[in-house]
């Protein structure tokens, strides 16, 4: 509504929205006037008593007690309350008028009593107020015109009656001018009131949503540290346990570095006994959990207890020192340094759907939240790998100990960095039975051709891009793919026949180019992702003795393996340079005041990121907002 077209028929209505800011400085004003009147009421009273007018101190006592009753009872209604004062008014107008004449306070008590109707009645109720001002000052002047009443104090007063319709008809017209003007004016200082009211209350929840966002960007910003911190030292820590192969080495440096490289208070691994029946503590990080290890700490399966959940649900679980589970408050007495625990993250050691433990980790400063348990369940799977590794060379030691150059390999596998030094790692093993040709075929990465094959040549290795399949490399990779253990052919004319995809072409394509020989297919694999595959083959017939099955089988198991932690290490830093890229940018936008601004810096950033050719970001507004500002638009 424009302000200009407010009436004061309207009057009302807009009262009514700002009904309780009117209620209580109404009753504010009340209580004022009732504190301020009481010394003139004494005053008033004496003054009475002098005159001998008892009937006026009757009048005084009786409307100062409904003004202290309007004023300080709370359960009389506001209108009984405005149209007690204003009788009030009324009354002591009159009474003014006829104690002291034309000349004193009385049309003065007149007309406030109006003004006051006009603030705190509005419409009608003000109109009948000015009515009976105008009516009871009119009922004087005519009393007095025809001498039927004559003044209290001055009874011997005359009146010219020019004089009296002339303050008469001045009253009537200034009475009605205010109360116009009031009607009128009131609505709008009251409609403004409104819209200001409304204006801050739109900026103070603005602010307050602006501070939430601050706020949210902040904690946004602090986890995303946290988790490249946490990424971080997972490669750290997963680089470190690399080149260790003896468990208990292994297990109690585990427990070191993820205690000194995550900042946690203690560190603790618990993994089953050979019967599976006890989880026993292996590791622990601080000097009371080593002596529980001494002593051998163990938690049975049957227990109710966190550790023995997560193993059994293979689901990692979240413990506070202050929760009501009975469960997770027990939990905390596993760490012997209880007053450095304050919440606690528990983790299965999953490799390839088998427990191999659990990890137990507690913090003295923070409580873990559930983007925590994602980074650090990372951790516990690389931690897996290297326990899998480390059990597996424990097992097999004695034929790594009679093959020296596979033990070796063992060591240097454990240190390589790339797909290509695995590869090259292997062939250089291979090198030694003195095969007539040797491969490892595996699949391309963003490259037009299907697959790559890598070969020793002299001293160096060799990798290069498939174009046209002269040697039947194809046929032998998908071979590879469907084997789980390696497939050792000592006699090329006498292939079995085997249920596997392109097995019948890949033999025919082997029978056209030799008359005799043997040939080796070896999947470098886990029992969860196929890698490449090893190709070797003897251009005379090879048999292949029991050691050297096995040793070929150990090739495949241990480079899988060396190649799935290859790409978890790369994927966990193609992450950590996302996560730190989303940490500055985060940082920068906080710095943004304005939206175009921070549109603009977002755009720019995920075309950098990206690499795309340009960003296209658009603002769209509420329809409340677009109708009263527009559509906006930023690129």
């Known amino acids: 509504m424009n302000r200009d077209d407010i009436s004061a028929q309207e009057t009302p209505d807009i009262l009514a929205r700002i009904l309780p800011w009117r209620q209580q400085l109404f009753e504010r004003i009340l209580r004022v006037v009732t504190i301020v009147a009481l010394p003139m009421v004494a005053v008033g009273l004496y003054y009475i008593y002098l005159t001998q007018e008892f009937w006026l101190m009757a009048v005084v006592i009786v409307g100062y007690l409904a003004l202290v009753l309007a004023a300080f009872v709370p359960r009389i209604p506001y209108l009984v309350r405005v149209w007690v004062f204003l009788v009030v008014i009324l009354v002591l107008g009159t009474g003014d008028l006829l104690t002291y004449g034309w000349g004193e306070d009385g049309r003065i008590y007149l007309l406030t009593a109006t003004i006051f109707a006009t603030i705190f009645l509005g419409g009608r109720q003000s109109a009948v107020v000015l009515s009976a001002a105008c009516l009871i000052l009119t009922a004087f002047v005519i009393l007095v015109r025809f001498g039927l009443i004559s003044s209290l104090q001055h009874p011997d007063g005359v009146y010219d009656p020019t004089l009296l319709v002339s303050g008469l008809i001045v009253f009537i017209v200034c009475a009605v001018a205010l109360f116009t003007a009031s009607n009128t004016l009131f609505p709008r200082i009251f409609a403004n009131l409104q819209r200001s009211a409304h204006l801050s209350e739109d900026l103070e929840a603005r602010q307050v949503a602006l501070g939430e966002r601050m706020r949210a960007l902040q904690e946004a910003n602090l986890s995303l540290q946290r988790r490249a911190m946490y990424l971080d030292a997972t490669a750290q820590v997963s680089q470190a346990l690399m080149t260790v192969f003896d468990a208990d080495a292994l297990l109690e440096r585990a427990v070191q570095l993820i205690s000194r490289h995550f900042d946690v208070a203690y560190t603790a691994i618990f993994l089953p006994d050979e019967t599976g029946t006890w989880l026993v503590l292996r590791a622990a990080s601080s000097s009371a959990g080593r002596r529980l290890v001494i002593q051998g700490y163990r938690l049975n399966r049957s227990d109710q207890s966190v550790v023995v959940r997560v193993a059994e649900t293979q689901r990692p679980h979240i413990a506070v020192r202050t929760s009501d589970v009975a469960m997770d408050a027990a939990h905390f ?253 985060s940082e920068r936008v906080i710095r943004i005041p304005e939206l175009e601004m921070l549109i603009a810096q977002a755009a720019q950033s995920l075309q950098d990121v990206v690499q795309a050719d340009g960003v296209i970001a658009a603002i769209a507004l509420p329809e409340s907002s677009t109708e009263s500002h527009g559509d906006h638009s930023s690129t």
């Open 333 to 585: 007495a596993t760490n012997p340094d209880l007053a450095t625990s304050r919440s606690a993250v528990v983790l299965p050691l999953i490799l390839s759907g088998e427990v191999l433990g659990v990890l137990d980790i507690h913090s003295a400063e923070m409580d873990f939240d559930q983007d925590d348990v994602r980074t650090l369940q990372g951790l516990a799977w690389q931690l897996a790998i290297a326990l899998d590794n480390a059990r597996r060379l424990g097992a097999e030691v004695s034929i790594l100990e009679t093959a020296n150059p596979f033990y070796r390999l063992a060591g240097r596998l454990g240190a390589t960095q790339t797909e290509t030094d695995v590869y090259a790692a292997v062939l250089e093993i291979v090198q030694g039975f003195n095969p007539g040709q040797a491969y490892v075929v595996h699949t391309a990465h963003k490259m037009e051709s299907l697959y790559f094959v890598t070969d020793v040549r002299g001293e160096q290795v060799n990798t290069q891009p498939v174009g046209s399949d002269t040697e039947n490399f194809g046929a032998a990779l998908e071979i590879g793919a469907a084997l789980q253990s390696p497939l050792l052919i000592a006699d090329v004319t006498a292939i079995p026949a085997l249920p596997l995809p392109g097995f019948h072409d890949f033999c025919a394509h082997v029978l056209e180019r030799s008359e005799k020989g043997s040939i080796a297919l070896v999947p470098l694999r886990t029992k969860a992702e196929f890698f490449a595959l090893l190709m070797v083959s003897y251009t005379a017939a090879h048999n292949f003795t029991p050691l050297e099955t096995q040793l070929y089988r150990i090739i495949g198991e241990l480079a899988g393996v060396t190649l799935e932690r290859i790409a978890v290490i790369q994927e966990a830093r193609t992450q950590l340079g996302r996560e730190r890229w989303l940490r500055e940018f």
